[in-house]
């Protein structure tokens, strides 16, 4: 029943404004455009000021929700990225050793896996650091003689470590008369640091 309503409605509407123009055309026809000075000299400023007042207004607003509609699909597309991203950093962040234990770490690091292995260390260098961004690269030099098995097991200690470590520089040789290995490792790790990112 609505449906009937609305359609009656519009073709009322049509009939009337189809009506006007005619009426208008014959005026104008007849006695040309004065008939329509006064009201247009007042429609035309109301008019502007609804254009000025509503319309422009009403028409910038719609523009700048399509901006911001456009920039949250934007950002909700990143979003899945960004997490990814915050996740995979974290974990990361999670591999490196404490800053604050920057003078310390490494040393401790290595002289506690050789007593594991009850490796006594022959020479141990001081400790090295360079930077690269907002990180700095620690690194420390060692010598020792051991069996093979215990430079293996020292090895496989160092590379399964929580914290990211990586042995730089590796040189071992057998010793002919004793069968043990002497060994010259150099260990190194990452640091982020202080006020970096």
């Known amino acids: 029943m609505a ?4 359609k009656d409605s519009f073709l009322r509407l049509k009939i009337f ?3 006007m123009t005619d009426t208008m055309t014959v005026i ?8 329509f000075k006064k009201p247009l000299l007042v429609t035309l400023p109301l008019l502007l000021v609804l254009y000025v007042g509503v319309y422009r207004p009403l028409s910038s607003k719609v523009v700048n929700a399509g901006y911001e509609i456009e920039k949250g699909r934007a950002i909700s597309a990143g979003a899945g990225d ?8 974290a974990a990361s962040q999670r591999r490196l050793a404490p800053a604050k234990e920057k003078d310390d770490w490494l040393n401790s690091k290595l002289t506690d896996t050789a007593k594991l292995y009850n490796i006594p260390f022959d020479g141990i260098s001081e400790q090295t650091e360079e930077e690269s961004g907002n990180f700095l690269m ?7 003689t051991c069996s093979y098995a215990s430079m293996a097991r020292l090895l496989a200690e ?5 914290i990211f470590l990586r ?6 040789a057998k010793d ?3 069968g043990r290995m002497k060994v010259t490792l150099k260990l190194s790790t990452v640091f982020p640091k202080k006020g970096g990112g």
């Open 176 to 178: 002919p008369d004793t």
């Open 3 to 6: 449906d009937i309503d609305i």
């Open 17 to 19: 404004f189809s009506e």
């Open 82 to 89: 960004y997490e990814d991203a915050k996740t995979r950093l």
């Open 138 to 144: 620690v690194s420390r030099q060692v010598q020792f």
């Open 28 to 35: 104008y026809a007849e006695k040309g455009i004065e008939p």
């Open 158 to 162: 160092l590379e399964n470590s929580r």
């Open 167 to 172: 042995i730089t520089t590796l040189v071992a």
